[in-house]
């Protein structure tokens, strides 16, 4: 079983910026993919960024070249660096974790929160 926790969520102006990050309680150096999911009121839970273990990194449209997202094996963290938030990106992220095993965890996630 492996635990994982987000922190960093908060309120921000938009146009600000706010910096996730998720700590394993296990290594991540198995993992097959690292990524942040965020989910809105009343939408689905979607993809916003993820990470191979070789560094691959992918983003859903509406945040490329605003969000960057890295992973720290040593550590055991994967962070979400947010810039020039917008309104709409106001949701639960969550941090996910793929091990090549097959196992799947998630985090309790944390509200970020973009005023206008």
């Known amino acids: 079983q492996v635990q994982l926790v987000e922190s960093g969520g908060g309120l921000v102006q938009d146009g600000g910026s706010l910096r996730l990050t998720c700590a394993a309680s296990?290594?991540?150096?198995?993992?097959?993919?690292m990524g942040w999911y965020r989910q809105a009121p009343g939408k689905q839970r979607e993809l916003v960024a993820d990470?191979?273990?070789?560094?691959?990194?992918r983003y859903v449209d509406s945040v490329k070249g605003r969000f960057t997202i890295s992973r720290d094996n040593a550590k055991n963290t994967v962070s979400l660096q947010m810039n020039s938030l917008r309104p709409e990106d106001t949701a639960v992220y969550y941090c996910?974790?793929?091990?090549?095993?097959?196992?799947?965890?998630w985090g309790q996630g944390t509200q970020v929160t973009v005023s206008s």
């Open positions: 996910n974790a793929e091990y090549w095993s097959g196992r799947s965890y």
């Open positions: 296990k290594s991540i150096f198995s993992t097959k993919l």
């Open positions: 990470i191979t273990g070789g560094g691959t990194t």
